[in-house]
């Protein structure tokens, strides 16, 4: 069997190869808060925050806070979830997370870019590259949730090789890692 024939499938697929994951730190927290502010709504990047809307300096203020939570340089954190920032040619654009859940060796992911990374291919590499981490650090299922109107997010998923199901109205993407894992997940 060809490498390519037994290969997971976001192995598979060209990938842009100026994509970097790092975990964030200080040096990177406000890099991506300037990403976050040009680029992106604060509901896109991390959790509501009660206020006007837009980015005021409470909502900031609570984007470090939320962030700063999540250090863990390249592992879980004390919150259970790692989040790396996205850069291209070191510029950051974005971030992408895995959360451990209930389930040992099954992990979540997220991932959020700013406006102009979107619909070039960043996306795709990134989540290729946390898929591979996911890997590193022993997970054999990772998931992914959105909504049904996030068609740009079901497609990238898809586009990595997730299988896609709807359960309670929300989209929920599974990316099997270990073919042992699926088996004995199903008896």
């Not at 946390?130 to 590193?136: I, K, M, S």
């Not at 890692?177 to 008896?187: I, K, N, S, V």
Request: include cysteine.
């Amino acid at each position: 069997m060809s490498k390519a024939e037994s290969a997971p499938a976001w192995e598979t697929t060209a990938v842009r190869h100026d994509v970097r994951l790092t975990p964030m730190s200080d040096d990177l927290l406000e890099p991506l808060l300037s990403a976050a502010v040009a680029e992106a709504e604060p509901g896109e990047v991390m959790p509501p925050v009660p206020g006007p809307a837009g980015w005021t300096a409470a909502r900031r203020d609570a984007f470090r806070t939320f962030y700063r939570s999540h250090f863990g340089g390249g592992q879980f954190g004390p919150a259970g979830t790692i989040v790396y920032a996205v850069t291209v040619g070191g510029d950051v654009v974005g971030g992408i997370r895995l959360s451990r859940l209930d389930t040992p060796s099954v992990v979540e992911t997220g991932i959020w870019l700013g406006r102009s990374a979107r619909g070039r291919g960043i996306g795709s590499a990134a989540l290729r590259a946390v898929l591979d981490e996911a890997v590193r650090l022993g997970a054999h299922l990772v998931i992914a949730r959105t909504t049904p109107a996030n068609r740009s997010a079901i497609n990238l998923l898809r586009r990595c090789g997730a299988i896609i199901g709807v359960e309670q109205g929300q989209v929920h993407a599974r990316f099997w890692l270990d073919e042992a894992f699926t088996t004995d997940l199903a008896g």
